[in-house]
Structure formats: structure tokens, C-alpha cells
T-cell receptor, first 114, second 117 residues
Framework: GAGVSQSPSNKVTEKGKDVELRCDPI?????LYWYRQSLGQGLEFLIY????????KSGLPSDRFSAERTGGSVSTLTIQRTQQEDSAVYLC????????????FGPGTRLTVL | AQKVTQAQTEISVVEKEDVTLDCVYE???????LFWYKQPPSGELVFLIR????DEQNEISGRYSWNFQKSTSSFNFTITASQVVDSAVYFC??????????????WGLGTSLAVNP
């Protein structure tokens, strides 16, 4: 079956612009995670969605970051007024709702803010 | 607080050598999960293994083996007879296992393994 997909694969933007990153989880997976991978910070959790529950936004670095998940499937991560420090690879993962779930990752979106 | 430490930043070996990647973790929870992921040059994170805190049995999968020791809070990964295709960054990660809660992964900084022909 299809894995997690993300688009675009690469995004170059100018400082101050808004960007939207998309994630399509594995069909049937109820949990969805966004992570950021940057050279200085390694892999960091950003936000978590589980079914229709309120998301856990505790990892979002600032109020310029937001995410939504429509219909319990596709998720969009939005970064407003991008800054150079937002440059990173943004990774999406999904998992099933089993106790011993495992997160499966998409290929990521490489964001470069000029 | 949870923490994962991969002390080896980079390792370089010659093909067919055995190599062990170290992982030490910290958590106050009694129920938790440990993971290893592989990130090849293509960039996609590939799941390798998950262990729960109640199962300390070592595991072998082909040339890969994992040694989980709660007494030393370690979850080390050994590749036997390494191959060039094993060249990648390997990440160790930890999550706490409360069913229904956010099972976010806490990551080590990764070990970059280069296997030279």
C-alpha cells in the first residue's frame, strides 16, 4: 500500500512569505505527527493529531506555525512570515491507534528561506 | 525528562567489519518504547525496530541485532558484516507508552555510518 506522502518535496521562499506544507498519511492511520529536522537542533516534535481530538501543539516553536488536519486525513502545516531559522526539513509521520504503534515517515519537505 | 544520547557522531568502517552503534536513554516512565530508524542519503526515515520496556530479549534480523539492557539504559544496535548499502545516519528514539496519549518521539542526534569498500 501507499506510504506517507508529502508535498512539495522542496520549497524555496523569501523571508516574510507564508508557506504551506502538505502531508497525506497512510490510509487508516489515525495519528499524525509533524517533526522538523534541522542541522543545529536535530529532530524535533512539532504537533500531533489523533482522530477528532484536539491536537497537541506543544512543540510548535512560535505562533507563526499552525497546522490543521481535515477529515481526519490530510494535514497542512502553515508557516507565516517565514524566517531564515525556519529553514529545515519538515517530516510527517503517521501511525495506527494500537498501543504499540510505530510511526512511519514521509520523505519530507525541504524548506529553504532566503 | 526524557533524553536520548548517541555519543558516536560519525563512524567509518571497511566493508565486512562489524559495527555497534550506541544509544543511551533517560526516562522516568516504567512503560516506554525504543526505536531505531535509518536515514539513507535519500533522506527518508526508515523504521528498523521497536522494543517495549518490558521485553529485554535481544533481537536479530539478518545482519542486524539489538541489545536492550535496562540496567544500563542502553539500546545498542550492531550491524554484522557491514555493507556499503548500510551507509546512512542511524537514529535512536524513545517514546512513552501511555495508550491514547501523544507518543511523540524523542530523538538522539544520530550516528552517521560510512561503510567503505
Amino acid at each position: 500500500g501507499a506510504g506517507v506522502s508529502q508535498s512539495p518535496s522542496n520549497k524555496v521562499t523569501e523571508k516574510g512569505k507564508d508557506v504551506e506544507l502538505r502531508c497525506d498519511p497512510i490510509s487508516g492511520h489515525t495519528a499524525l505527527y509533524w517533526y522538523r529536522q534541522s542541522l543545529g537542533q536535530g529532530l524535533e516534535f512539532l504537533i500531533y493529531f489523533q482522530g477528532n481530538s484536539a491536537p497537541d501543539k506543544s512543540g510548535l516553536p512560535s505562533d507563526r506555525f499552525s497546522a490543521e488536519r481535515t477529515g481526519g486525513s490530510v494535514s497542512t502545516l502553515t508557516i507565516q512570515r517565514t524566517q531564515q531559522e525556519d529553514s529545515a526539513v519538515y517530516l510527517c509521520a503517521s501511525s495506527s491507534r494500537l498501543i504499540t504503534d510505530t510511526q512511519y515517515f514521509g520523505p519530507g519537505t525541504r524548506l529553504t528561506v532566503l | 525528562a526524557q533524553k536520548v544520547t548517541q555519543a558516536q557522531t560519525e563512524i567509518s568502517v571497511v566493508e565486512k567489519e562489524d559495527v555497534t552503534l550506541d544509544c543511551v536513554y533517560e526516562t522516568r516512565d516504567t512503560t516506554y518504547y525504543l526505536f531505531w530508524y535509518k536515514q539513507p542519503p535519500s533522506g527518508e526515515l526508515v523504521f528498523l525496530i521497536r522494543r517495549n520496556s518490558f521485553d529485554e530479549q535481544n533481537e536479530i534480523s539478518g545482519r542486524y541485532s539489538w541489545n536492550f539492557q535496562k540496567s544500563t539504559s542502553s539500546f545498542n544496535f550492531t550491524i554484522t558484516a557491514s555493507q556499503v548499502v548500510d551507509s546512512a545516519v542511524y537514529f535512536c528514539a524513545l517514546s512513552e507508552g501511555h495508550a491514547g496519549n501523544n507518543r511523540k518521539l524523542i530523538w538522539g542526534l544520530g550516528t552517521s555510518l560510512a561503510v567503505n569498500p
